[in-house]
């Protein structure tokens, strides 16, 4: 008979490690994907350690997990469509801009398109009953397995002796009694079924994932929407939204101030169709401007970038402009702290 073979979606965390082990256990040949959708956190925090600091490059937990394993790892861009899943889900959104259930679906649909192009016999994943509040419900995974598509042939090896038979058990594919019947929140079972598998190297159920869930990273999304009065965004808005002290004076402009060596490097990744200013003579930040250019918002956004240099107490800080080519330099009156009210910040 020919090797049974699995495709996992594989997000480096303990629990789809130990999903993938439990397969691996049974002699089952299997490979993962890691989906990318604009909103990894791991992607950015890669993307913003300075190579010339020294400092390492940051792990990619699903990178790092398919090393263990042993496993091919397929990395699958979907971030253009997953814009939709984002800005209009059917399901709507968890705490924050999160749309969980939605996206799960989608990536249960991805999945199973490469199952059926590359010629795996089902998917799994490493879910939990009960462990997140919106898509691993008991009344949700059953509608992620069918509205992704794969009705009967998603397994999830951690908690699958508590759901119903799926099909690769029922077709003796898959020995369901050496899989598991784990339910909410408790890690205690998946720590010990680690140890026991030896699976030593995880990361920490507490490291987010996804900026999505995160409520500063939501509120500046949803201050973007309510900004253009629509929901859309480029790749370049959300990982804009990422990095840097964000401050909206009015609806039509926002100033983006690096708050680091590190994020003035990467905010001059973003100068093209922004202004760009910084404090010339004296340290300060790359601040961006993006929105209306009047001459009122430009001064504001020269002032901002006064203040947060090393000449915010001066009477006036030269600040160089640099808008897509065209350069200009003006004095100005750094703001005081007390001229920034609190709900400019987002
Ligand atoms: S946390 Fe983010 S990546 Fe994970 S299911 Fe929710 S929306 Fe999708």
């Known amino acids: 008979m020919a090797q049974v073979k699995a495709l996992g979606l594989l997000s480096g965390g303990l629990d789809s490690m130990l999903a993938t082990r439990l397969l691996q256990r049974q002699g089952i040949h299997v490979e993962c994907v890691n989906f990318y959708t604009g909103f990894c956190v791991q992607t950015h925090t890669r993307a913003m350690r300075n190579p010339k600091t020294g400092q390492e490059p940051a792990r990619h937990d699903a990178l790092h997990a398919a090393e263990l394993l042993g496993i091919k790892l397929h990395m699958v861009d979907i971030a253009e469509e997953y814009v939709r899943i984002v800005t209009d889900p059917k399901y709507g959104y968890g705490k924050n801009l999160n749309p969980c259930l939605d996206c799960k679906i989608f990536m249960v649909q991805k999945a199973w398109e490469m199952k059926e192009e590359l010629g795996f016999d089902f998917l799994f994943t490493g879910e939990v009953v009960g462990q997140r509040p919106m898509s691993q419900r008991k009344d949700t995974m059953p509608k992620v397995s069918r509205e992704g598509g794969a009705h009967g042939w998603l397994l ?35 720590m010990a079924l680690a140890a026991e598998l030896g699976v030593t190297d995880y990361p920490s159920p507490a490291g987010g994932c996804c900026f999505l869930t995160d409520e500063n990273y939501a509120r500046r999304l949803q201050d973007l929407w309510d900004a253009r009065q629509t929901k859309a965004y480029t790749m370049d808005d959300i990982i804009l939204l990422k990095a840097g002290r964000h401050i909206r004076p009015n609806p039509d402009f926002k100033v983006i101030v690096g708050r680091d060596e590190t994020e003035n490097r990467f905010l001059r990744g973003f100068r093209k169709g922004r202004a760009a200013l910084h404090s010339m003579r004296m340290p300060g930040p790359l601040t961006l401007a993006e929105g209306v250019m009047s001459e009122e918002n430009l001064e504001l956004a020269c002032r901002i970038t006064a203040r947060f240099g090393k000449g915010k107490d001066l009477d006036s800080v030269p600040v160089h402009i640099d808008m897509d080519g065209k350069e200009e330099i003006r004095e100005v009156k750094p703001l005081k702290g007390s001229e920034i009210p609190q709900d400019w910040h987002i």
């Open 156 to 190: 999830r090896p951690l908690c699958a002796q508590i759901l119903p038979e799926t099909e690769p058990e029922k077709q003796g594919l898959v020995d369901r009694s050496q899989l598991m019947g784990f339910s909410g929140r408790n890690r205690k079972p998946q």
